[in-house]
């Protein structure tokens, strides 16, 4: 199939050709040749002595002042090193020619390039948590709000782990963070690339070595032209806002060079193209904005990915970022993961600093045996990615083959219950059995980290076609997609709630929502913690109550079987029986946990479908919602006002649970209460539950007014009898 749309795309080239449209007309092979020579133009070239990469002296390795006196005052690239490192050491000419390159082609920017021992600076490099070598980090000066220097910095970025460290990849780093970083950026010229029919046909075909990134623009080459050179003819009035949405596009293009190449292609000029690219609507739409699209190399095993978020440098880099990270398939040891997120096996009883805005980093891993792997198991893999990709969290996807990630997991579930044991009346053991139950799985299978979290979510695959269930996968993948905490912002209300098209999809699941104040961080750091703690707890005795009913499931199950046998039944009721299936209810319940911050909660007026009020809460306060925004809780069994205590939120979480009835349901965006309580039940039915109150109304007015008519008949005007009139017989007759 995907030979026959591209034999399709080569054909409608090939007719757009002979129709003179603008196409270049050079060959494949030529067409390659000629951007290798291009990109070897382009390149920053060495001075002419060849061995002057190898006279340059490189500055001296900085020491902890010296450090903090550099990163203050400049972006600054900086390689954490050991002497000891075989890796450093074979890296050092790397980064050497990298530094040469750099001096000539960086030299009017405020930026630097420089090293630090870590054997020399081994405080500093257990200040800034060098766990690996070489570690190579980017750091920014701080602002203050005129925007200049407080004399401190911070780490602003790492080098991307999938990228290979070489000359041209640490110099498209830094160029990429002096654009996003240095205000003189701006009058950089556009990474991006025109394109023509045979290369975009070997994007589409996967014939790439690098992330692609295109934009296709309602427009041709004499308006793109015009404007790079400050004409006066635009854009026709077709492409909406593009002259804006090409400024944003140029920037954007520098700074992705490290991830992606970035192309534009111009769609009328090649009309033909865009068509079967299925972007004809750009062809003779009116008002039709650029589209973009993400091309991979076919190792990736999945090429295109359309963007379809809004056109914003940020959101867009991020996306970019995303997928060149998560398409890298990149497999990770149980080491591995603590450096790529706030992995711990353990939890302190106690708050903790965090850095605000939380990452809340999500890392699902694709376990797999080294030795019975196949092809087909690992065809999961761009379903996977494609799902994730559509996730608006910070989701990352790797591979692993190391026993101990799952030792890991057995850890982190004995290290809970002491986690939770945080109330002397109340204390849990480990349940080695639900433990079981809970983890057990076939390989390969996938396991999902968060960050500061003890409970990991784990796809439960107890036969082979269980990975090849891809709707399956998609399920699990959306529901385990969620932070352990993270904050809800205006932006994921439609991701943390669903429609009522989707109640059946959520089965009970809640999201609690605690109101904080992120001017105040160690007031938050507490209230952060108090929530974990309920988070951890909820989770434990969740699965409690489910394991205890799969077990009285099996006993039931185990009764009517000896019941059967007694009764002589025929062998085959009694097999029947015994291979009835016990469903496992894990993920029934779900409740996931985050945060409003106070200080901006005003923007969720605007969000459309949003019917809770933060002005109606404080700061400590909570709140539980249902998942299809229908319902909540803000008040607790006792019916006290709901706040971020752990026993209190604990209770109310706990009898939803149990459906014992015990907390005061209301009805989000529902005017009623007091006598017209009632009136919620009709009020949450919407338009059909008013109409019938309306029929119930009219039909009960409808049989008041013939009953009152036919009381009226029998009592006549004056009260009495309304019949017939029967005239007194005389005593005559």
Request: charged share 25%.
């Amino acid at each position: 199939m995907k030979l026959r749309c591209l034999s399709l795309l080569y054909l409608s080239a090939s007719l757009a050709l002979t129709n003179n449209v603008h196409l270049d007309k050079r060959s494949p092979d030529s067409s390659e040749a000629a951007a290798v020579v291009a990109a070897a133009a382009a390149a920053p070239q060495p001075d002419s002595d060849d061995t002057s990469s190898e006279n340059i002296e490189l500055p001296p390795t900085m020491g902890k002042e010296e450090f903090d006196a550099v990163t203050s005052q400049k972006l600054t690239l900086v390689e954490f090193y050991s002497p000891y490192c075989s890796h450093c050491k074979s890296f050092f000419p790397t980064w050497k020619k990298a530094y040469s390159t750099f001096r000539s082609k960086f030299a009017n920017s405020n930026t630097d390039m420089r090293q630090v021992n870590c054997v020399e600076n081994g405080d500093l490099c257990e200040r800034e948590q060098i766990e690996f070598y070489p570690n190579i980090l980017l750091y920014a000066p701080i602002l203050d709000k005129d925007g200049k220097s407080t004399g401190k910095s911070k780490n602003i970025g790492s080098f991307p782990r999938t990228l290979e460290k070489n000359e041209a990849n640490l110099i498209s780093y830094i160029q990429e963070s002096v654009a996003d970083y240095d205000p003189a950026s701006a009058s950089m010229p556009s990474a991006s690339k025109e394109m023509n029919v045979d290369e975009i046909l070997k994007a589409i075909s996967g014939e790439i070595t690098k992330p692609l990134f295109v934009s296709f623009w309602q427009a041709n080459k004499k308006q793109w032209d015009s404007v790079d050179l400050g004409g006066k003819l635009r854009f026709s009035d077709d492409c909406i806002d593009c002259l804006r949405s090409k400024q944003l596009w140029d920037k954007l293009s520098n700074k992705i060079v490290s991830l992606a190449d970035s192309g534009h292609l111009l769609c009328q000029d090649y009309p033909k193209v865009c068509e079967k690219l299925e972007l004809d609507r750009l062809k003779d739409a009116k008002r039709s904005p650029p589209r973009f699209v993400m091309f991979l190399p076919k190792d990736r095993k999945t090429i295109r990915f359309d963007y379809d978020g809004p056109i914003d440098i940020a959101k867009m880099k991020w996306w970019v970022n995303k997928l060149f990270v998560n398409s890298a398939y990149e497999v990770v040891s149980a080491r591995g993961i603590t450096e790529v997120m706030e992995f711990t096996k353990t939890l302190r009883h106690e708050p903790f600093a965090q850095n605000y805005p939380l990452k809340s980093k999500v890392t699902v891993v694709f376990f797999f045996d080294v030795n019975n792997v196949t092809p087909e198991d690992e065809a999961v893999l761009p379903y996977m990615l494609r799902t994730l990709q559509k996730s608006p969290f910070n989701i990352q996807l790797y591979k692993g083959k190391h026993n101990r990630i799952l030792e890991n997991i057995q850890t982190m579930g004995e290290n809970l219950i002491e986690y939770i044991n945080y109330d002397e009346q109340e204390k849990y053991e480990f349940n080695e059995p639900m433990q079981i139950a809970t983890s057990i799985t076939e390989v390969p299978t996938i396991v999902v980290f968060k960050e500061n979290c003890l409970i990991p979510d784990i796809y439960q695959n107890f036969a082979l076609e269980q990975m090849r269930k891809y709707n399956m996968i998609e399920e699990f993948l959306e529901r385990a997609q969620y932070p352990f905490i993270a904050e809800l912002t205006p932006e994921l209300v439609s991701t943390y709630f669903v429609d009522q098209d989707h109640v059946e999809d959520v089965k009970g699941a809640k999201v609690v929502i605690i109101f904080v104040d992120l001017n105040n961080l160690k007031e938050t750091d507490e209230a952060l913690y108090k929530l974990s703690l309920v988070a951890h707890e909820y989770n434990f005795l969740k699965k409690s109550y489910y394991f205890n009913k799969i077990l009285e499931q099996r006993a039931s199950k185990e009764q009517e079987v000896e019941k059967l046998k007694a009764k002589n039944a025929e062998t085959m009721k009694i097999m029947t029986k015994m291979r009835e299936q016990v469903p496992h209810l894990f993920n029934n319940d779900d409740v996931v946990f985050t945060f409003i911050n106070k200080q901006t909660s005003k923007g969720f007026g605007y969000v459309n479908g949003w019917r809770i009020r933060p002005d109606d809460y404080e700061v400590g306060d909570a709140i539980v919602v249902s998942k299809d925004h229908r319902y909540f809780w803000d008040t607790d069994t006792n019916n006290n006002r709901l706040r971020n205590e752990p026993k209190q939120i604990k209770s109310v979480l706990m009898s939803l649970l149990h459906k014992d009835n015990k907390v005061h349901l209301k009805f989000v965006g529902s005017p009623y209460g007091g006598l017209l309580y009632f009136m919620n039940y009709i009020h949450d039915l919407g338009f059909i539950g008013y109409l019938g109150l309306i029929a119930v109304v009219y039909a009960l007015v409808h049989i008041s007014m013939r009953l009152r008519r036919g009381r009226y008949r029998s009592q006549g005007i004056i009260g009495v009898n309304n019949g017939a009139f029967t005239p007194k017989k005389s005593n005559k007759d």
